[in-house]
């Protein structure tokens, strides 16, 4: 049965009771395909839910899922949403829902492919080549570069400097 796409707790994954391992990353490289797959479905479900009640249509493309960095965001989100609406109350956290969708919020442009907004999938742009010695020279870089080889300076130690002399200045 389909979930209640009006009902979020209907989206909540479940386990058999027995067995309520404790929540894992989701990081898709390191999944079998099998749970590759089937988290992609609980991801899928989701998203319907997410596009439908904070009226993402045209945020989200429908092709979301052809989109790595697209998918890695929606996962980063869901994980969250579920951390924040089915995880344990923490004392200090009592805005915990406002802060998630203002997350929501924060990543909605990221989720927006200007290239599939007309609903057509449009494969991303592919990835350039690698230019032959950026290596060699992303290696001088670091060997030579002062903004890699200055001396470790916090930017604050001035400051804190002046505070120490000026506490130590009679009144």
């Known amino acids: 049965m389909p979930p209640d796409l009006d009902n979020p707790a209907s989206l909540w994954p479940t386990m058999p009771s027995e067995a309520q391992p404790e929540p894992q990353r989701w990081v ?11 988290r992609l479905r609980e ?3 989701w998203v319907d ?15 979301w899922y052809r989109h790595p960095p697209v998918v890695e965001h929606l996962t980063a989100l869901y994980a969250g949403w579920i951390r924040t609406y089915a995880g344990e109350q923490v004392p200090g956290r009592e805005l915990a829902e406002a802060d998630w969708i ?5 990543f909605t442009p990221r989720l ?3 290239a599939c907004a007309t609903g057509m999938h449009q494969p991303p742009p592919p990835v350039p080549p690698v230019i032959p010695g950026a290596e060699s020279d992303f290696d001088s870089y670091l060997a030579c570069s002062e903004t890699t080889n200055a001396p470790a ?9 002046r505070r120490a002399d000026d506490a130590e200045l009679p009144l």
Not at 55 to 60: C, F
């Open 49 to 63: 839910w997410l596009r439908a009640t904070f009226e993402l249509h045209n945020s989200i493309p429908p092709c």
């Open 112 to 114: 927006q492919l200007a």
């Open 153 to 161: 300076v916090h930017p604050a130690a001035a400051e804190l400097l």
């Open 43 to 45: 991801l899928a479900t």
């Open 28 to 38: 898709w490289a390191a999944m079998d395909p099998v749970d590759r797959q089937q």
């Open 102 to 106: 203002n997350t929501l919020h924060a």
